[in-house]
């Protein structure tokens, strides 16, 4: 039996249980058997004999949160509960008893369960209250399981249960981790009162929270905690328990970088700094690592990340003990814990949208802990005017997740209410809330007057005690310590700090080495100065290529496919015979089947990924008869790699970051999104800004992280059409100036063959360093026969181009204009140049708008010496597309290379609100005025 089911209580049989799903694409199962309860039938007799004291029994169960006594203020309004009156029940004599067997879980182990076991009324109610109407509040009733419902009551009904920290060394620790915590605001506020530190003071109970949970987490096994948190509370816990210099701090503090100068980054304030460190915990055979992340400032954000950093890490680690799943599950040596405020928990829907990826096959991390940090206000707005909910907690009863409201006030009780919490996480792998109901001492940070608006609160705030104050005398009362030592606790601590900001005169910062499975790799400032780096070898001989291509079509023998994927197999097979006319689809199964043979891993995550938005992909395939699927590339393909299709939920927000944080965890891994449309994205709008295009700047976070958003013209409408180019184009930090091989934050590539595809996607895991890479993916380009690739293009020794040069171009000195564009517009124009015999006109493809590719385009520019007219082409509005990140470049290597200064022309549709019109005859008539326009007045 697992720990916190006692055998004599009722009977268990071992069963799958009711989480018995398959990463199919994969090849990891994620089902645990789970202690499915039934009564015996002397306990269910009892139940139906003693109904009243059941019905009373379940309402204590129920409601009894609404009459706990959680908050440290009082300024809940808790009124007593009627449901909570035994004589609603006709049980009205306390000296009456009860058989209990059956009914509540307070028999001895080893005690014959069959045995009566009866108790007073009276001795019931007080029993129960003292459970459920203490300053711990349970919400689990509302689990449609049966088997989540026992382990609490069990858990909780125990006779221990009410029991905190039993230890005086436990208890101790306590103090000494509020103590200092509270020794570390008031030396923040001496020495840096003009510092915005947002300090834990009123919540300081949060610390040993931590530190209970990582203790327990150590206990069962856990290797790795992930954890995301944003910033109250932030510099107390690094300092404190995650062994941040404290020097380090003083230093950043005093208005340096917290990285060397000579790296050329802006860094970040003191609010997202972050560790990992290694904690050993004494008696503990096996130390923990905390991974604390770095945040932006947008609240819950990093959350979505911390799960998939996770997930990435708990697959690292089944591949490496096991290819037979089940011997290891997600969640067995890897814990993701997320800190979350009261508000932004109620308000972010990032919130819900993590949740619902909790329990999805591809997504769950096998249950993380959620500690709401309960200030019961958000800036200046209380709980009243922030949610419409009784608990910000109560978004979690989306998924059923079980709640435990603790009074931040005793923090015996709210390590108890850890420990509870990880029992419950470890024994089911699902998420689990605490809500931790504390108080912020000070206004929105240490400069703000939260009297402006919560006079009656602060108020009551300002006249207490603080809560490492009320514990250290309670300690003091009960002898556990002395005065004098919980006041050497902090001259101590105090002098510790004293002395490391000293020391912050001398600190020199240290770069954050490469290490673990991110030590092959280089820093991307280095290695993009060579050509090998920045642009390796991505061919692949024919042979292997014809292999991974048959492969990705191979069909299992009595597998029945769709009647039409068999024109998808055979067209494939045709193409690679005989090695020509490889259409979008085939390409990029070529380059995840040979990525995967190198050794490297493929995740492609999004709505309909499996199958692809424009049924082109079919990487994975569906039994018509019985709904089984099959991923040939993992299923016929002999290689060290797996591909991961996950079919999200429909989410971007959530989905993006998730995908995100498998990249900053994994090097050997492709990690992909695919929006449905390419406009899409703005749903993820807050991870693109705050990490995917400043993550290497703020926090020397590489990502290679792959972007696919179908992108172009096609009479869809507005938000079907555009990926939106000029926000990804300015976001990104390319030079202005024509300079050469830059450093971007970010590569943004608009290809217009299935080969550059090919080539981008293995660049990816092939250059020495990771960048995150934007596509303007195709939709028209998908099944056009014009824009198809041959074996050849990918063979070793071909690579991407960032420029393409035009190919039917025969006499280059006949060519006076020069046609500058991006994407699948230029099949159109090859069309109309065919129509109108227009021999002088060149069509120049950048593929690759950032970096922006000077030396290859200066190299073409140069070759058509008789050209005097330049012009760019885009089907974008003028406002939108790449135009306004390209005129200055390209007139000024214009300039350059003519030697005088020469126009250069936009021909496009003219500013507009939308990227394009929702009137089929509108549109057609705009896309033939721009198609027109490159060949105007010749």
């Known amino acids: 039996m697992r720990a916190g089911i006692r055998s004599a209580r009722c009977v268990y049989r071992r069963s799958s249980g009711t989480r018995n799903y398959h990463d199919h694409s994969y090849g990891f199962r994620h089902s645990r058997q789970v202690d499915q309860p039934d009564y015996s039938a002397t306990q269910l007799a009892n139940r139906t004999a003693n109904a009243p004291l059941l019905r009373y029994v379940d309402s204590l169960r129920t409601h009894g949160h609404r009459a706990a006594r959680i908050d440290p203020l009082d300024i809940l309004q808790r009124e007593e509960v009627a449901a909570l009156d035994p004589s609603r029940y006709g049980l009205v004599d306390g000296h009456q008893k009860y058989d209990v067997n059956g009914i509540l879980w307070t028999k001895p182990v080893g005690v014959n369960p069959e045995a009566p076991v009866e108790w007073a009324l009276a001795d019931i109610v007080s029993h129960l209250r003292s459970v459920y109407v203490g300053r711990i509040a349970y919400e689990y009733m509302h689990s449609p399981s049966k088997t989540e419902r026992l382990w609490f009551s069990n858990m909780l009904e125990s006779a221990d249960a009410v029991s905190g920290v039993k230890t005086a060394e436990g208890r101790e620790r306590i103090h000494r981790l509020l103590a200092e915590s509270e020794t570390f605001d008031q030396f923040m506020q001496t020495k840096f009162p003009n510092v915005k530190r947002y300090a834990l003071e009123g919540g300081e109970s949060m610390i040993p929270a931590m530190d209970a949970l990582f203790r327990v987490a150590s206990q069962a096994g856990v290797e790795h905690i992930i954890l995301g948190m944003a910033h109250r509370g932030r510099l107390n816990l690094l300092t404190g328990l995650l062994e941040y210099p404290a020097r380090a701090l003083f230093d950043k503090l005093k208005g340096n970088s917290e990285v060397p100068e000579e790296l050329g980054v802006s860094a970040d304030i003191i609010n997202h700094l972050y560790a990992s460190p290694t904690l050993q915990y004494e008696g503990h055979a096996r ?79 096998g249950g993380s802990i959620h500690l709401v940090v309960n200030n019961s206000i958000g800036y200046t707005t209380p709980g009243s005017n922030a949610r419409s909910s009784l608990y910000c907690s109560d978004i979690g009863k989306m998924i059923n997740a079980p709640v435990l409201h603790v009074n931040g006030d005793h923090p015996e009780d709210v390590a108890r209410a850890v420990e509870i919490a990880f029992k419950y996480r470890n024994h089911f792998r699902k998420d689990i809330i605490i809500d931790l109901i504390v108080y912020r001492r000070w206004g929105h940070n240490e400069l703000d007057e939260p009297a402006f608006t919560q006079p009656l609160m602060y108020e009551k705030i300002r006249a207490r005690r603080s809560v490492p104050a009320l514990y250290e005398n309670q300690l003091i009362e009960d002898k556990t310590i002395t005065a004098s030592t919980a006041s050497s606790v902090r001259e101590a601590y105090k002098t510790l700090l004293t002395n490391e900001l000293a020391a912050a005169d001398g600190y020199t910062p240290r770069a954050p080495m490469l290490q673990g499975q991110w030590s092959g790799l280089a820093w991307p400032k280095d290695s993009v100065k060579e050509e090998k780096s920045r642009n390796p070898d991505t061919g692949v001989e024919n042979a292997k290529l014809v292999e991974v291509g048959k492969a990705s079509v191979t ?56 199958r692809g938005t424009f049924s082109q992909r079919h990487a994975m395939l569906v039994d018509q008869k019985s709904e089984t ?161 041959s074996l050849a293009e990918m063979a070793p020794g071909t690579t991407f181009s960032p420029v393409l040069d035009d190919p039917h171009v025969s006499n280059k000195a006949s060519a006076t204009r020069l046609v500058f564009l991006s994407g699948k517009l230029y099949y159109d124009l090859v069309k109309e140049r065919t129509a109108r015999s227009a021999s002088s006109v060149a069509l120049i493809r950048v593929e690759e708008l950032s970096p922006f590719p000077v030396s290859a385009l200066r ?21 939108q597309g790449a135009w306004s990140h390209v005129q200055d470049r390209l007139r000024t290597l214009v300039k350059e290379v003519k030697g005088d200064e020469k ?9 507009d609100a939308v990227p394009a019109p929702g009137v089929s005859k509108h549109y057609q008539a705009q896309q033939k005025a721009v198609i027109a326009g490159a060949f105007e007045e010749l």
Request: proline share 6%.
């Open 629 to 789: 699927v099959t991923v040939p590339l993992n299923a016929a393909l002999k290689s060290e790699g797996r591909i991961e299709l996950a079919n999200s939920s429909l989410s971007e927000y959530a989905v993006l970051g998730f995908e995100y944080g498998v990249s900053w965890e994994r090097p050997n891994i492709l990690p992909i999104w695919e929006a449905q449309f390419g406009d899409f994205f703005n749903g993820a709008q807050i991870i693109i800004d705050t990490f995917i295009s400043s993550s290497e700047t703020k926090w020397l976070k590489q990502s290679g992280l792959v972007l696919l958003l179908p992108h172009g013209l096609d009479g869809a409408g507005a938000e079907h059409s555009s990926s939106r180019l000029e926000r990804w184009l300015q976001l990104s930090n390319d030079a202005q100036s024509v300079e050469e091989n830059v450093n971007v934050n970010m590569h943004v590539v608009f290809p217009t063959t299935p080969a550059q595809y090919f080539h981008l996607l293995r660049r990816q895991m092939k250059r020495p360093f990771r960048k995150p890479l934007i596509v303007a993916a195709p939709k028209a380009l998908l099944r056009l026969p014009a824009a198809t690739s």
């Open 555 to 610: 069909v299992p023998e009595s597998f029945e496919i769709h009647p039409r994927l068999s024109r998808h197999v055979g067209n494939r097979l045709k193409a690679l015979e005989a090695g020509q006319k490889l259409d979008w689809a085939t390409a990029e199964a070529l380059a995840f089947g040979s990525l995967m043979q190198d050794g490297y891993d493929v995740r492609i995550s999004g709505q309909d990924v499996g």
């Open 859 to 879: 190299s073409i520019v140069q070759s058509y010496e008789n050209a005097t007219e330049f012009v760019w082409v885009q089907e974008e509005p003028k406002n």
């Open 903 to 911: 126009e250069l022309v936009f021909r496009g549709r003219k500013e």
């Open 287 to 365: 130390p923990i690592k905390v991974s604390m992340l770095p945040n932006p400032s947008h609240l819950e954000a990093i959350n979505a990340v911390a799960l998939g950093k996770t997930r990435a890490k708990q697959f690292a680690l089944l591949k490496t003990l096991s290819q037979e799943p089940g011997d290891c599950f997600p969640g067995d040596k890897v814990m993701c814990l997320q800190l979350h405020g009261d508000a932004s928990f109620t308000g972010q829907g990032i919130i819900m949208e993590g949740l619902g990826l909790s329990n999805l096959p591809h997504y769950t991390v």
